[in-house]
């Protein structure tokens, strides 16, 4: 597979991204965007797929990641803004969006701030946020703690290159956000016109199945499929993903 590197800077932060360039059947483009600890190479079995089948592929690393730039900030939502900006600046007028775990916060954002940017939205293993203080008391236990945040989103024997350009200071704030509520999520949740596709993990992920609930009623157009292999859908139940999720984005 053959994608084009290349990066952009916003301010202090540059964004490295690689880019299959015009896709021969479709002209919307899909974003591939990975989960906390990772890089964008996690989605490169999946991307020689949808190139293959004439999809255009960009494939960004966060913030903190890769190749992309370590910053003094990493707020959840500017992982959503440094998408936005990285289409704005691609001129893409219309996308197709794939997010894993921080990645599907990631995209989530997009899809509320810009619903007519995004065609389609796939949110694959997405912690979901609290929704107020007082259910903070109840289910902070149902949120990862650092050892199991770190297991779920890093493998030192398995992608050593994600791992070593990893910003660990982000850990921190990572937890402390999943910790706070965030009820304006919940709020915008209706905002996503997109057709969406919720991939959870089962007893073994991340994702809990009340608040999950109270999304999939939230957003107009949402389908969720549940599979039993834990964080990493992508990675560790591959083609049941990939037949899940390929017919979604042909769509």
């Known amino acids: 597979m053959d994608l084009t590197l290349g990066q952009v800077t916003f301010g202090d932060v540059r964004i490295a991204y690689r880019d299959s360039g015009v896709g021969a059947v479709s002209d919307i483009p899909v974003l591939l965007v990975h989960g906390m600890g990772g890089d964008g190479y996690t989605w ?3 991307a020689r797929v949808l190139v293959r089948s004439g999809r255009r592929v960009i494939i960004p690393d966060l913030r903190g990641h890769g190749r ?10 500017e992982f959503g803004d440094d998408l936005l900006r990285l289409c704005d600046h691609l001129e893409l007028p219309v996308v197709d969006l794939v997010g894993h775990s921080l990645g599907g916060y990631a995209v989530s954002r997009v899809a509320q701030e810009r619903p007519e940017l995004v065609r389609r939205l796939v949110i694959e293993e997405c912690p979901l946020p609290l929704r107020s203080g007082a259910e903070e008391l109840r289910l902070t236990r149902r949120f990862p703690t650092a050892p199991e945040l770190w297991h779920a989103t890093s493998s030192l024997v398995r992608h050593p290159r994600a ?3 990893f910003d660990r200071s982000m850990t921190k704030t990572a937890l402390e956000q999943f910790r706070k509520p965030n009820p304006e999520w ?4 209706s905002d996503i016109t997109a057709p969406t596709l919720v991939l959870c993990g089962g007893p073994g992920g991340m994702v809990d199945p009340e608040k999950l609930a109270i999304l999939q009623e939230s957003i107009t157009d949402c389908t969720v499929t549940t599979f039993t292999c834990g964080h990493s859908i992508h ?3 591959y083609f049941d993903f990939a037949a899940t999720v390929r017919p979604f984005l042909a769509g």
């Open 44 to 46: 490169d079995r999946f």
């Open 68 to 77: 992309s730039s370590h910053t003094d900030s990493y707020l959840f939502d």
């Open 163 to 165: 791992v070593l350009a």
């Open 186 to 189: 919940w709020d915008r949740l």
């Open 235 to 237: 990675r560790d139940r």
